[in-house]
């Protein structure tokens, strides 16, 4: 099970997420067509449905709660919190207001300590920041790392709850058609599409990851017939509008895990690392410079949207081998296994 092509597909939905806010937050009509081929909703759904098949696998390997939960701190927080301060300090040379003003101003700390929490959405903005652009946020990507923090506090209460019921099927099915619900209660009913966004509404990503992990032998002793099953399901579930959609989450999941096992040729494609954390938490702010500066209009907007995937995987890069591979216990050992 250890060859897959997870690094590849996870590559694929961070690059799609690029381009889905280049092409809104640049507000340049020479990127309209990437609303049509970049979506960032089905990329953040992919990322959910990875993530709870490999963090699950990552939880029933760990030898103690204490090492689980270590091992998944040392994946999320050590790069962002460097991205955290290296966008506060850097921006600084950026902001409208002195830099007297920007670091004297409780705004600029209320977005670190907000932040620091994972609360982005309480203080998104720095002063003098972004002020003329689509949104003055700094970093609009960073809403989705409370819900993979959310489930990952969740996940042990889950298994304890599958290890003492013995029906898994019928726990998460449950707890799948309650994250619906709650998304369609949330969106369509008091709509509150912010809260739909919060980790009851993505649930049904995740579980379906985790339900996909715990048979994964027999999905994939069956994984023609399932994919195709889970094709054309996809596809009915995309076409008819239902009022609460049971079908997509559980089909594109299937899709997916079946596709990370069955593409052999891309099972190397994480070997010199694994640029994906980086390219999803610092893209965001390098488009947000190159739109308060008008950079689209100024100048060729193709090679200034080149300039911004240059830079994000500069930064990527960076990110990989300066941090984030430094607290991977498993480089360090030189053990290259698929947990996330």
Known sequence: MNKNCFDFLR????????????????????????????????????????????????????????????????????????LLFFTVLALSFFSQVSALDY?????????????????????????????????????????????EEGFYV?????????????KPFVVLFTLYFLSLLYWYVMEDFFNKPLLAKQLPGYLAYFVVGIYLYLNIEKVLKHKVKLFLIAVVAFVIANYFTLPIDVVHPAAFGTGLIIAA?????????????????GIYIYHFPIIQLFRQYNL??????????????????????????????????RYKKGISPILS
């Open 261 to 277: 096992f069955s593409l052999p040729f891309l099972n190397n494609f994480g070997k010199y690392g694994d640029f994906t954390y």
């Open 296 to 329: 689209f209009e100024k100048y060729n907007p193709i090679l200034m949207a080149i300039g911004v995937s240059i830079l994000t995987i500069l930064l990527a890069v960076f990110s990989w081998y300066g941090i984030e591979k430094r607290f991977l216990d």
């Open 154 to 166: 969740l996940l042990p209460f889950l298994f304890y709850v599958l290890h003492k019921i013995k």
């Open 103 to 147: 670091f004297s101003s409780s705004e600029t700390y209320a977005y670190l300590g907000w932040n620091l929490f994972f609360f982005n959405f309480m203080h998104p903005c720095l002063p003098g920041l972004f002020t003329g652009n689509l949104l003055c946020a700094v970093n609009g990507s960073l809403w989705t790392l409370k819900i």
């Open 11 to 82: 590559m694929f939905f961070s690059v799609t997420i690029l381009l889905a806010h280049l092409g809104e937050l640049s507000q340049h009509k020479s990127f309209e067509f990437l609303h049509r081929i970049a979506n960032s909703t089905i990329a953040v759904q992919g990322f959910f449905i990875i993530s709870g098949f490999l963090v699950a696998k990552s939880y029933t390997n760990t030898p103690s709660l204490k090492n689980y939960f270590i091992k998944r701190a040392k994946r999320i927080v050590p790069a962002y919190v460097f």
